[in-house]
């Protein structure tokens, strides 16, 4: 039992020396490792200053909306543009509902001075003051389908 005692005493010194050889080069490694850390958190904590308010106000929104007008062409050849007379686009039908411009309307609702009267498989009759006016859905939207 003494000589087990004696020879981890021994293994635990010889293991305590080769550590004493390598904690000096560490020490100094962690030394400079710090040194670095300390660098860096004195540039992260100054002060930033950023835009003031009349700076902010004067960004220019970097979005872009751009509306494509429709143009026709006169005599001449060249481009006119002209304004859209129906603002009314007929999107979706489902369950007797049309979706018009973004909404969704049932049969005999009002939109603006014009009434639904009719919703068909692809389109929408509307009463005008002036007569009636067909809705019918765009061919890029004609090919929905729910799964």
């Given at each position: 039992m ?5 020879i ?9 020396a080769?550590v004493d050889?390598?904690s ?5 490694n962690?030394a400079?490792l ?5 660098e ?10 950023g835009l ?13 909306i751009?509306?494509?007008k ?7 050849g ?5 304004k859209k ?15 018009i411009?973004g909404k969704?309307y049932?049969l005999?609702q009002?939109?603006g001075?014009?009434?639904i ?5 692809n389109?929408?009759?509307l009463k005008?003051?002036?007569?009636r ?5 765009r061919k890029?939207?004609?090919n929905?389908?729910?799964?």
């Amino acid at each position: 039992m003494k000589k087990l005692i004696l020879i981890s005493t021994l293994l635990n010194l010889s293991l305590f020396a080769n550590v004493d050889q390598n904690s000096s080069e560490n020490i100094s490694n962690k030394a400079n490792l710090i040194k670095e850390y300390q660098e860096m958190f004195e540039k992260i904590s100054q002060k930033r200053v950023g835009l003031d308010e009349k700076e902010i106000a004067k960004v220019v929104e970097p979005f872009l909306i751009i509306k494509k007008k429709k143009t026709d062409k006169n005599k001449s050849g060249t481009k006119i543009a002209t304004k859209k007379t129906n603002s009314l686009i007929l999107e979706a039908i489902f369950n007797k509902r049309a979706m018009i411009s973004g909404k969704w309307y049932s049969l005999y609702q009002s939109i603006g001075d014009k009434k639904i009267v009719s919703i068909a498989g692809n389109h929408v009759w509307l009463k005008t003051v002036s007569g009636r006016e067909k809705l019918t859905i765009r061919k890029k939207n004609a090919n929905i389908s729910i799964k």
